[in-house]
Structure formats: C-alpha cells, structure tokens
C-alpha cells in the first residue's frame, strides 16, 4: 500500500510558477510509475505529466510541454511537478497518482493509488 499526499499548491498570478511535492509512505517509489493529472470544475480528470520508476522516461499532455516538468528523487520518495509560465487555464485540483506497471502510460485506470489532491489557481 502506497500512501501519497500532495503539497505545492496555491494561488498564483498568471506566467507565475509552483512546485507541486508528492511524498509517499508505505512503500518506495523506486519501482512504481508516477503520474500528474489534474481536474477543473465540471470537468473530467486528465493526465497532465508522467515519470517512469528510472526517470529515464517522462510524457506531458501537449499543452503544458516546454512548461512543465516532471521529476523524482527516489531516495526521498517524492514526485516533482515544476510549473511555469503558468496560464488561468491551468487551474484545477492536481493529483499524483503511482502505477506499478512496466510502461508509463497515460491512462488514469492503471494508476492504483491517488492522493487527496492539492488546488492550484492561476488568476489572469
């Protein structure tokens, strides 16, 4: 069982920046795929970002690409999510999420375990 708890958020003007955390417990991350998505109000939870167990691999949805960036320190057990030149239209409920699959993949039903989600809001 993973236990993951999300910190970083807040609000922020537009083309401002945050760092979104994602720490574990209960089990290293060092084996599990790490995925960043998001969900605005009235909307379905996309996949935003995503990192393999090496961190040799990583895959961004198109709109944060060249933006944001993904990252993990596995002796610290936590999954970074840098986000720059931030737009209105990123604001939503971010979430990290661990998949224990082999291939990084962007499908929100292989992830098994979430975290609560941290709010990120991006005034214009």
């Known amino acids: 069982q993973v236990q993951l708890v999300e910190s970083g958020g807040g609000l922020v003007q537009a083309g401002g920046s945050l760092r979104l955390s994602c720490a574990a417990s209960?089990?290293?991350?060092?084996?599990?795929?790490m995925g960043w998505f998001r969900q605005a109000p009235g909307k379905e939870r996309d996949f935003v970002a995503g990192?393999?167990?090496?961190?040799?691999?990583?895959s961004y949805l198109d709109s944060v690409k060249g933006r944001f960036a993904v990252s993990r320190d596995n002796a610290k057990n936590t999954v970074y999510l840098q986000m720059n030149s931030l737009k209105p239209e990123d604001t939503a409920v971010y979430y990290c999420?661990?998949?224990?699959?082999?291939?990084?993949?962007?499908?929100?039903?292989?992830?098994?375990?979430w975290g609560q989600g941290t709010q990120v809001t991006v005034s214009s």
């Open positions: 999420a661990a998949d224990s699959d082999y291939e990084l993949t962007r499908s929100i039903s292989a992830y098994d375990y």
């Open positions: 209960g089990r290293s991350l060092s084996s599990l795929n």
């Open positions: 990192i393999n167990w090496s961190g040799a691999r990583t």
